[in-house]
């Protein structure tokens, strides 16, 4: 078996969502790179699209570096690579839900904006439904099949978008599923 190793810590731009992971643009050498879905995050829930940097975003990446110099560029966002570790954490991790995330739950649309809607949850809360997060696919929705202003939607909270506002989902497989349980790393289940 090949040895794997860790590259420096870089600065990338996420440039596409895939099924399998996401496409990554280095910015020093521009370098373009992939990140299959067990690369993205320590935390198995973050195999979820839901949970993903939107395309555009800048993130910190470690370049995975095998034998041959002509390999594919693969790349990892995982803290435990940033912090050195190929194999993931020892001792395993806990992982608690993103904060703001929670159950699925109806709301109202009250805007449209550039990106997507605004939706006042039953709760009071007005979260942001992106165009990205409408539906299954990774394609934005076009304005046009948004919902209404005043239509009432399903949708479940994820977490917090970067300038603090509440991050939504629409998409039906990830609304009607249970809420997450706190994970642990998966080095957890393979050595229990």
Do not use: K
């Amino acid at each position: 078996m090949e040895e794997i190793r860790l590259g420096s810590i870089e600065w990338g731009v996420v440039t596409a969502h895939n099924p399998w992971g996401l496409g990554v643009r280095l910015e020093e050498s521009g370098d373009e790179g992939v990140m299959v879905l067990s690369s993205i995050h320590d935390d198995p829930r973050y195999c979820d699209s839901e949970y993903w940097p939107d395309v555009g975003a800048r993130i910190r990446v470690r370049r995975y570096i095998y034998g041959a110099p002509d390999d594919e560029v693969r790349l990892t966002s995982c803290e435990s690579a940033m912090e050195g570790l190929v194999g993931g954490y020892d001792p395993p991790r806990q992982y608690p839900p993103p904060e703001g995330s929670g159950p699925a739950q109806e709301g109202t649309v009250v805007a449209h904006r550039d990106w997507g809607v605004e939706v006042r949850l039953d709760s009071g809360q007005i979260g942001q439904l992106r165009d990205t997060l409408m539906q299954e696919s990774f394609d934005p929705v076009p304005e046009e099949r948004w919902p209404g202003i005043g239509e009432r939607v399903r949708i479940r909270p994820l977490g917090l978008w970067p300038d603090g506002s509440l991050r939504l989902s629409g998409r039906p497989r990830f609304v009607d599923r249970p809420p997450d349980p706190p994970w642990i790393s998966p080095r957890a289940t393979e050595d229990a």
